[in-house]
């Protein structure tokens, strides 16, 4: 079994128009060898009456399920209002369901009790090394909050730098966020540089959204700025590789 969630969601290369999703959270299984969608929750907005927790999505527009990239191509370029045709396994027994595209919410912690899922907000300009490296639309980023003084944080640092050079020029963005003071900030800089941007939440404001109550604290964003996985503590270079795999892909 595959454990995480993940959001279905799907944005449109151009800004001006919405973004359109399905209005279900699910988790990744397998079901008698398969591959599968276990439906979580429904988005009250959403225009999946038909749908209920606990349903497995076994194909999507008559696509087999069988990985993320599978899912994200089968809907690929879908605008809000399209309908998706959906295979279903509720009580042992296949379904078809139709679903339309909505507007995807920015907020949907209504529906997992996190932040996981929520739309990220924008940076300002507080970045206070490496800003050029700073890229308009990542394929992903990896944001860090830590401290000059945490311990756990510097044992991150290395893990970070190494996954920045391997996948940077696939797409990866790591900005490390600190609300620490300037020259606290360019002192370990100069004596610990980074490959990656560096921000200063001189307002905290980046760090009471998101609930930041311990660091290092990690965060995954899709390239829509949607956020995929919360990692609290020293991470798995192995668990964040793979993470970021998946949303690169």
């Given amino acids: 079994m595959k454990n995480g969630w993940i959001f279905l969601v799907l944005l449109l290369t151009s800004a001006l128009h919405a973004v359109p999703w399905l209005g279900l959270v699910f988790r990744q299984e397998t079901f008698q060898k398969q591959t599968v969608l276990k439906v979580e929750s429904v988005h ?5 009456k038909q749908v209920r927790p606990g349903d497995l999505i076994v194909e999507i527009n008559g696509t087999k399920v069988t990985d993320m990239a599978a899912v994200k191509k089968s809907l690929a370029g879908l605008k809000t209002g399209a309908t998706v045709l ?3 396994i509720r009580n042992g027994k ?3 369901v139709k679903v339309k595209m909505t507007e995807r919410p920015d907020d949907v912690s209504q ?8 739309k990220f907000v924008a940076f300002q300009k507080n970045y206070y090394r490496n800003a050029e ?11 860090d909050f830590w ?3 945490c311990g756990p944080c510097r044992q991150t640092l290395p893990i970070l730098a190494r996954l920045y050079q391997k996948y940077e020029s696939q797409g ?18 100069q004596e610990h540089p980074s490959p990656y941007p560096l921000y200063r939440d001189a307002t905290q404001e980046l760090s009471r959204t998101y609930r930041i109550s311990s660091i290092p604290t990690l965060i995954l964003l899709d390239e829509n700025g949607y956020i995929q996985k919360i990692w609290p503590g020293v991470p798995h270079e192995s668990s964040l590789d793979k993470a970021i795999r998946e949303v690169l892909k």
């Fill in 44 to 48: 009250p907005d959403a225009d999946a």
């Fill in 86 to 88: 959906l295979q279903l």
């Fill in 94 to 96: 296949r379904l078809s």
């Fill in 111 to 118: 529906m997992t009790g996190s932040s996981i899922g929520n």
């Fill in 133 to 143: 490296k700073s890229q308009k639309k990542p394929k992903a980023r990896l944001l």
């Fill in 147 to 149: 401290a000059t003084w």
């Fill in 172 to 189: 990866l963005e790591i900005v490390g966020v600190s609300c620490e003071s300037q020259d606290v900030l360019e002192k370990f800089y």
